[in-house]
């Protein structure tokens, strides 16, 4: 069955580019069918959506955020990745990647999430 | 953006009682773009209901989702053990947003 796994540096200092990859088994990413996202959950509370890409490359994004994130697919590694530029505090988070059919409107598929904390 | 705003904040149930959790939005949603969520601690978010009201595969009958609009309900008819948890929902426009959560405590 389809898994995702996130993984990426747990500690970014603050001002710098924070960097994750979300690795898709079990199915392909280039699949017609589905947005791939990314959603983050600051400690105690609630989910913010990221922004999301297609295996074309196409990307939306965040408009709080979209000046400072960046998502990419590589297709021939089955992976798309988040890029998030001059981190602050508020930046930390659970991270989590995530299918979104388009057909559906709904990430129906999670990874388990990877913990980033912003600290000198 | 569309905001959407979750009520009650925390709802205090008894196993068996049936639980209603309130959605609503700023502005219009499409009902094929409304979504539930429940959330245990330290896990990912898992889908139940996408559209408004279509269960998720695998998502036991006894959750169903309803509404239309700007107003749109999660109800549980008879609450399990395993279903005391944090419910978000969320809805998909040009920009995916997400409600604050109602967190769903054993009474």
């Known amino acids: 069955q389809l898994q995702l796994q996130e993984s990426g540096p747990g500690l970014v200092k603050p001002s710098e580019t924070l960097s994750l990859t979300c690795t898709v088994s079990g199915g392909s990413i280039s699949s017609s069918s589905y947005y791939w996202g990314w959603i983050r959950q600051p400690p105690g509370k609630g989910l913010e959506w990221i922004g999301s890409i297609y295996y074309s490359g196409s990307t939306y994004y965040n408009p709080s955020l979209k000046s400072r994130v960046t998502i990419s697919v590589d297709t021939s590694k089955n992976q798309f990745s988040l890029k998030l530029s001059s981190v602050t505090a508020a930046d930390t988070a659970v991270y989590y990647c995530?299918?979104?059919?388009?057909?559906?409107?709904?990430?129906?598929?999670w990874g388990q999430g990877t913990m980033v904390t912003v600290s000198s | 953006e569309i905001v959407l705003t979750q009520s009650p904040g925390t709802l205090s149930l008894s196993p068996g009682e049936r639980a209603t959790l309130s959605c609503r939005a700023s502005q219009s949603v499409s009902s094929s773009y409304l979504a539930w969520y429940q959330q245990k601690p330290g896990q990912a978010p898992r889908l139940l209901i996408y559209?408004?009201?279509s269960r998720a595969t695998g998502i036991p009958d006894r959750f169903s989702g309803s509404g239309s609009g700007t107003d749109f309900t999660l109800t549980i008819s008879r609450l399990e053990p395993e279903d005391f948890a944090v419910y978000y929902c969320q809805q998909y426009g040009s920009s995916p947003t997400f409600g604050g959560g109602t967190k769903v405590e054993i009474k």
């Open positions: 995530a299918r979104l059919p388009h057909y559906v409107g709904a990430f129906d598929i």
């Open positions: 559209g408004a009201s």
